[in-house]
């Protein structure tokens, strides 16, 4: 009998953009899509890796829909369209077989349970799946923030950061074609050379805490899978290089 594969990282925390969850589309849900991204979760799950899912709602709502608009507001609005995301993302995981709790930052107990981080790492422990809404429940922070914020509460081994690009790279290599990637990287060069990997207030999270981060190319689903297990994807963030 062949032995089986344990994962490189035992607890994950996985960023998922709203963008990433419309597919072509741009917007709105893509089915055919999530379930593709949700097949490979549950193939950690299956390898019995712990994971949290932090989602975006830049597929139904990002920044203020004009200048005049009040930011906290814009921001609320924004937090809503991400725990849609959570809850599409948590039925879609359900089908496939997996245990999903959804746990908001705002109270909305009819369909999710509030943000408890006792509550939130026993579901890990039992092997639930727990998906983040409504990011940190404060406006002016993002996704990116509550990602890492929530890898520092739980404790994670790894942040897991899903792009559309393969990586990072010293200059935006959609408007660059001489741009360079890196494959290891400190999270001090991200803070110091300003690349647009998360926001600054993520980045100091990270930086702070000793949170090592994969950034890779969500178009190919099972990178995820491949990060879990330790493959060479995307670049790695870590407090020193090797």
């Known amino acids: 009998m062949a032995e089986a594969v ?9 960023k998922l953009s709203g963008e990433a969850l419309a597919g072509d589309n741009k917007i709105g849900l893509d089915i055919p899509t999530i379930e593709n991204i949700c097949a490979s979760i549950k ?21 203020r829909s004009s200048p005049s608009m009040d930011r906290a ?86 942040l897991l950061k899903a792009t559309m690009v393969d990586g990072i790279y010293d200059k935006d290599p959609k408007k660059f074609p001489d741009a360079v990637k890196y494959d290891v990287i400190t999270h001090h060069d991200i803070l110091v050379k300003k690349l647009q990997v998360m926001d600054s207030a993520a980045a100091a999270i990270c930086t702070e805490n000793n949170i090592p981060i994969i950034v890779f190319d969500l178009n190919r689903p099972d990178n995820i899978l491949d990060a879990v297990m330790g493959e060479p994807v995307g670049t790695l963030v870590t407090k020193h290089k090797n």
């Open 73 to 158: 507001r814009a921001d609320h609005i924004g937090m809503l369209a991400t725990a849609m995301n959570a809850l599409a993302v948590a039925d879609i995981l359900e089908s496939l077989g997996c245990v999903v709790r959804v746990q908001t930052a705002i109270t909305m107990q009819q369909v999710a349970e509030p943000f408890i981080l006792g509550k939130a790492i026993r579901h890990l422990e039992k092997g639930r799946v727990v998906i983040f809404g409504c990011g940190t429940g404060n406006p002016f922070f993002s996704t990116d923030s509550a990602a890492a914020l929530r890898a520092a509460e739980l404790g994670v081994d790894m």
């Open 43 to 63: 193939k950690c799950v299956d390898a019995g890796c712990e994971i949290g899912i932090v989602v975006g709602g830049g597929n139904f709502w990002r920044g």
């Open 6 to 14: 344990t994962p490189k990282y035992k607890r994950v925390l996985l």
